[in-house]
């Protein structure tokens, strides 16, 4: 197990940029897949990135590619969400969260240790 500790989250204008950071409790962070996700009111929970402990990471959805990039650095216990061109439609509590799996990487199911999510918000 691990426990996930989200920050960075705030209020931005569209077009700005924001960096999300996760920080991991345990001397195992390193052999956990990371993943980010993201929620609004009244929808299911939906993927966002994810990057194995190699720092190899997965096709982004598409509703993100090309504007947010997903780090990691292992000997910090903490991965990062940078955010950037952001538009209203970003506007959601975004989790981490940590699995041991290589696969299935953007389902929710697939973890099993989450974070208590931070708030994103992107005025138009």
């Known amino acids: 197990q691990v426990q996930l500790v989200e920050s960075g989250g705030g209020l931005v204008q569209a077009g700005g940029s924001l960096r999300l950071s996760c920080a991991a409790s345990g001397r195992t962070f390193s052999r956990f897949t990371m993943g980010w996700f993201r929620q609004t009111p009244g929808k299911e929970r939906e993927f966002v990135a994810a990057i194995w402990p190699t720092g190899v990471t997965t096709p982004y959805a598409d509703s993100v590619e090309g504007r947010f990039t997903i780090s990691r650095d292992n000997a910090k216990n903490t991965v990062y969400l940078q955010m950037n061109s952001l538009k209203p439609e970003d506007t959601a509590v975004y989790y981490c969260?940590?699995?041991?799996?290589?696969?299935?990487?953007?389902?929710?199911?697939?973890?099993?240790?989450w974070g208590q999510g931070t708030q994103v918000t992107v005025s138009s």
């Open positions: 969260a940590a699995t041991l799996a290589y696969s299935g990487t953007s389902l929710v199911a697939s973890y099993d240790n």
